[in-house]
């Protein structure tokens, strides 16, 4: 395994992080794994040298804090020994401030998170998307409240307009408080819109990034003929799949095979080693329910790519409707003050 600081701060991540989005309770998600069925990969990730570990109180409702706080507490015997994340906004029940990014629910979520980790600092806490509702002036100054207060060592954000990383930012820096170190976005070979403003704003702003979704929801990966057609239990019932990537995105996934073939190496790596080559890449997210996903992915960091590897990869790249802000919607539609699920 190799390490690097995230961003210009002062921690230190591997270079794969492990994302524990599909670990949590299976009556709720029929690709979930339990605590019992994810162990022995997390037990692999940790004897490989991965070191961040990313999850988010909104997944499966706590559930995937909580499996991820039992595990490492197992898999390590040092609490510093690695890095845990996670993230606020989503609601988490059917109460009005149940939600978003007021100072109100940043401060009853950290608290809420730690106890389901339990843990007693969260060493990397994310906003997990941009609340409309709330100034970020508010926002803001509750995460340095979290972090004063000595339950969050560093702040992050997720999916969001460049413009609007950049507003919080200058919020923070105006009012001398913590700023973010990290960008969790949506990137990959089939969606490489952020390459537009919000990496060139991060790599100059010394701001680590931590990609999601790597393998395009396992596109990448399968190389199936289709977006429609569904070999795994997770693809079956993931109907933001079919928003993200379309027939034109196939080209590069027969590109990325062809190229995996002539190399020897398996499809996965590849596209993992192209996001590692990639400037400003800190660590790609990686959700793992086998073991040889989590494989694939620590071999990545090994791979090095030449120049014409990355441009035939690159070459039939297509521009994409901007995502990631708009998944906000589509993955929790925000509710009226009367109640609703998301």
């Not at 299976?26 to 990969?41: C, E, G, V, Y």
């Amino acid at each position: 395994m190799q390490y690097t600081r995230l961003g210009t701060s002062g921690l230190t991540v591997s270079r794969i992080g492990l994302g524990m989005m599909s670990y949590g309770n299976l009556s709720r998600r029929a690709w979930h794994l339990t605590a019992d069925q994810a162990r022995p990969i997390v037990q692999h990730a940790v004897t490989c040298g991965v070191t961040l570990f990313d999850t988010a109180d909104m997944y499966d409702r706590g559930a995937s804090e909580e499996v991820t706080g039992r595990l490492l507490a197992e898999c390590f015997d040092d609490r510093d020994d690695y890095v845990l994340a996670t993230k606020v906004y989503y609601p988490m029940s059917d109460k009005p401030s149940d939600r978003g990014l007021s100072r109100k629910h940043i401060l009853a979520s950290v608290d809420a998170s730690l106890r389901r980790l339990g843990t007693d600092h969260i060493d990397l806490y994310q906003v997990h998307r941009w609340d409309y509702d709330t100034p970020i002036e508010e926002t803001m100054a509750a995460l340095d409240a979290v972090i004063r207060a000595g339950k969050v060592r560093y702040i992050g954000a997720s999916s969001m307009y460049a413009w609007q990383f950049a507003k919080a930012q200058h919020i923070a820096a105006l009012n001398r408080s913590s700023q973010f170190i990290s960008m969790q976005n949506h990137y990959n070979l089939l969606y490489r819109e952020e390459e537009r403003e919000m990496i060139p704003l991060c790599r100059d702003q010394g701001v680590g990034l931590l990609p999601y979704s790597p393998l395009a929801r396992g596109l990448l990966a399968t190389g199936r003929t289709r977006p429609e057609t569904h070999p795994t239990t997770r693809s079956s019932t993931d109907p933001l799949a079919e928003q993200l990537y379309t027939e034109a995105d196939l080209d590069i996934v027969d590109t990325l095979h062809t190229l995996a073939h002539e190399l020897g190496l398996p499809p996965a790596q590849l596209a993992i080693a192209w996001l590692l080559n990639k400037p400003g890449i800190s660590a790609p997210l990686i959700g793992a329910t086998k073991l040889n996903h989590l494989q694939d992915a620590v071999a990545a960091v090994d791979i090095t790519l030449t120049a014409e590897h990355i441009a035939r990869l690159e070459a039939g790249y297509r521009p994409h409707p901007v995502t990631g802000p708009a998944e906000q919607q589509a993955l929790a539609p925000s509710p009226s003050l009367t109640g609703g699920k998301p």
